[in-house]
């Protein structure tokens, strides 16, 4: 927990013509001043994003403002914390708003809100955290929030149908902003985007089955050159598949394999199936030969 914060101190305060923070580097320096401040009793070390917000508006650029931040602290100690115990709660917490105000920046939300909704919620669930639980606990809220949220993008990856853009070989995926796009009599183009594996594997099925089941199609090019990894259950229920839309007369294309996945479905009983004939560099390829009066183009 804290080296995350320490991280997020790091990156949220680093300027433009600062070098990146290193989060390994940043858990190492961690990990040693802890090890180092256990054998003397001090207590836990770790970045923080108030104390960073401090040293910025002090106008601390090296770390020999940590060292003057330690001397004042232990002076502070010494000398004027019998009268800091007579403050009220009330203005210490007034000290920490002055410093902290300039952290919440509305039109870099807005900024996220005008590029992506989710990661506007993302931000705003990291807001509350921190003015509600801390700013340490308002981290950890946001991150697992972020985790869930790319666990459920990572089950529900996108699956688009392609169109090829009028007198080229590009496709792209279907959208209204290009009515134009050429689509084929017969044929579906489909385009999973992301690793698929276990988690996935049957949700891209069942939406696959269902174009089908609407469209119809003879044959069916599954792009697969968005696609960066193919796992073993993945595979398998796309040799199951193949076999179920051969048995309804249509076959199954891949095209854009990458090597790796090519290597994974020659191995396989997939690879023995389809043969060269039904795996292709890319779409166009896969297309002009449907085009041409390949396979299923016969039927």
């Given at each position: 927990m804290s080296i995350t914060e320490t991280t997020a101190a790091a990156r949220a305060f680093a300027a433009s013509d600062e070098p990146r923070p290193d989060a390994n580097q940043e858990l190492l320096a961690t990990g040693l001043s802890n090890i180092g401040g256990g054998l003397f009793g001090a207590m836990a070390a770790g970045g923080g994003t108030t104390q960073t917000a401090v040293n910025r508006l002090a106008g601390a650029r090296t770390q020999v403002a940590q060292l003057v931040t330690a001397c004042s602290a232990l002076l502070t100690m010494l000398l004027v914390a019998p009268l800091i115990?007579?403050?009220p709660q009330v203005t210490l917490a007034a000290v920490v708003i002055v410093y902290s105000v300039g952290l919440i920046k509305p039109q870099e939300l807005a900024a996220i809100l005008q590029v992506r909704r989710m990661e506007f919620v993302w931000a705003l669930v990291a807001f509350a955290g921190v003015v509600l639980v801390g700013t340490l606990q308002g981290i950890i809220v946001a991150i697992m929030v972020s985790m869930l949220s790319l666990l459920h993008q990572e089950a529900w990856p996108s699956i688009h149908v392609l169109g090829r853009k009028p007198g080229t070989d590009v496709f792209r995926p279907r959208s209204e902003e290009h009515p134009e796009d050429e689509f084929f009599p017969g044929l579906l183009l489909l385009q999973p985007e992301g690793r698929i594996f276990f988690a996935n594997a049957q949700n891209?099925?069942?939406?696959?089955l269902t174009l089908l089941d609407k469209i119809q199609p003879r044959a069916v090019v599954l792009d697969l050159s968005r696609a960066f990894d193919?796992?073993?259950?993945a595979l398998k229920m796309l040799i199951e598949g193949e076999e179920r839309l051969r048995k309804r007369?249509?076959?199954l294309y891949l095209a854009g394999l990458n090597p790796e996945m090519l290597n994974i479905v020659r191995k396989s009983s997939l690879g023995a199936t389809l043969g060269h004939e039904r795996m292709f560099f890319n779409v166009a390829t896969a297309v002009r030969h449907y085009l041409e009066g390949g396979e299923t183009a016969t039927r």
């Amino acid at each position: 927990m804290s080296i995350t914060e320490t991280t997020a101190a790091a990156r949220a305060f680093a300027a433009s013509d600062e070098p990146r923070p290193d989060a390994n580097q940043e858990l190492l320096a961690t990990g040693l001043s802890n090890i180092g401040g256990g054998l003397f009793g001090a207590m836990a070390a770790g970045g923080g994003t108030t104390q960073t917000a401090v040293n910025r508006l002090a106008g601390a650029r090296t770390q020999v403002a940590q060292l003057v931040t330690a001397c004042s602290a232990l002076l502070t100690m010494l000398l004027v914390a019998p009268l800091i115990s007579l403050m009220p709660q009330v203005t210490l917490a007034a000290v920490v708003i002055v410093y902290s105000v300039g952290l919440i920046k509305p039109q870099e939300l807005a900024a996220i809100l005008q590029v992506r909704r989710m990661e506007f919620v993302w931000a705003l669930v990291a807001f509350a955290g921190v003015v509600l639980v801390g700013t340490l606990q308002g981290i950890i809220v946001a991150i697992m929030v972020s985790m869930l949220s790319l666990l459920h993008q990572e089950a529900w990856p996108s699956i688009h149908v392609l169109g090829r853009k009028p007198g080229t070989d590009v496709f792209r995926p279907r959208s209204e902003e290009h009515p134009e796009d050429e689509f084929f009599p017969g044929l579906l183009l489909l385009q999973p985007e992301g690793r698929i594996f276990f988690a996935n594997a049957q949700n891209i099925s069942e939406r696959i089955l269902t174009l089908l089941d609407k469209i119809q199609p003879r044959a069916v090019v599954l792009d697969l050159s968005r696609a960066f990894d193919l796992e073993y259950t993945a595979l398998k229920m796309l040799i199951e598949g193949e076999e179920r839309l051969r048995k309804r007369g249509v076959l199954l294309y891949l095209a854009g394999l990458n090597p790796e996945m090519l290597n994974i479905v020659r191995k396989s009983s997939l690879g023995a199936t389809l043969g060269h004939e039904r795996m292709f560099f890319n779409v166009a390829t896969a297309v002009r030969h449907y085009l041409e009066g390949g396979e299923t183009a016969t039927r």
